[in-house]
């Protein structure tokens, strides 16, 4: 079962929810209001997609995809456990929300689920890619993700991390 949020104003800064798990965030606190150079210790929750910024409106045609991926070197493996293996139309659409393409994805009624995800960095031409695979035996999620710019990866992978805390993996308290 989910956790519920405790009462008090104080408790809505940890109710913003970037990633699509709940309702949206409140309209009352506007990290645009905040701007540049300003004090206010609000300021200092950013939404954790402005980060990365990727491009919401870019897409990719299989084979654009394809030779990409595999002009690329081999790229970074990264583990998690999962508390609940997510159904593939809540996975895609959870990376929708997170501005995370699904180019692919294996039948549903699969053991192990495959799903290939793309992105764009908004700012710069910085393609992202991943190779999801989820073990419905044992909740795992094993991504290797690849990319363009090898600086902004790290970034990436936190980014997608984010996209599956307090849905399918343990909240970071």
Known sequence: GGGGSGGGGAS???DLDPYGHGEAAPTSIGVAAVGPGSNDLVGLLQDPRAAIDLDSGYRMS?????EQWLALPEGESQHYDLLVVPLPAEMEHTMLSCHIITMASSPPDQEVMKFFFYAKQNTTPTMFFIEASIDNRTSALTAIFKCTDASSLAQFREHFRKSLVGKWMALDL
Request: charged share 0%.
């Open 62 to 66: 299989p084979p654009v995809f394809q």
């Open 12 to 14: 809505m800064l940890l």
